[in-house]
Nanobody, 128 residues
Framework: EVQLQASGGGQAPPGASLTLSCEVSGLAFGDYTIGWFRQIPGKEPKGVASIANTDGRKYYHASVKGRFAISSDNRKNTVILQMNSLKPEDTARYYC?????????????????????WGQGTLVTVSS
């Protein structure tokens, strides 16, 4: 059974940092691209960052570039999203998702539903 377990969400003031983790099981982790998406109520999930475990290519949405960092630990089958300098507009439910064929550089134009494996999400609230 494929499982993606996202954790690390919570409430933080503007300017603070949070670290999200996505623990993956049930698939060949090294063959997959793992993406982080965020969703606010009434909107579709939007791609935030992704990493191809095959070759390490990464993508960041312009709104998080320079503040967020994505990394992958192939020994632990875990993808980390380090979120720094948080802003209120980062408030959302964050999901990790996996797809074997996704190209990180195409994340902005790739429909979210192209990722065929999803976790349950973790809520991030940025407020003072």
């Amino acid at each position: 059974e494929v499982q993606l377990q996202a954790s690390g969400g919570g409430q933080a003031p503007p300017g603070a940092s949070l670290t999200l983790s996505c623990e993956v099981s049930g698939l060949a982790f090294g063959d997959y691209t793992i993406g982080w998406f965020r969703q606010i109520p009434g909107k579709e999930p939007k791609g935030v960052a992704s990493i191809a475990n095959t070759d390490g290519r990464k993508y960041y949405h312009a709104s998080v570039k320079g503040r967020f960092a994505i990394s992958s630990d192939n020994r632990k089958n875990t993808v980390i999203l380090q979120m720094n300098s948080l802003k209120p507009e980062d408030t959302a439910r964050y999901y990790c998702a996996a797809d074997r064929y996704a190209d990180p550089q195409s994340m902005e134009t790739t429909p979210y539903y192209s990722y065929d494996r999803w976790g349950q999400g973790t809520l991030v609230t940025v407020s003072s």
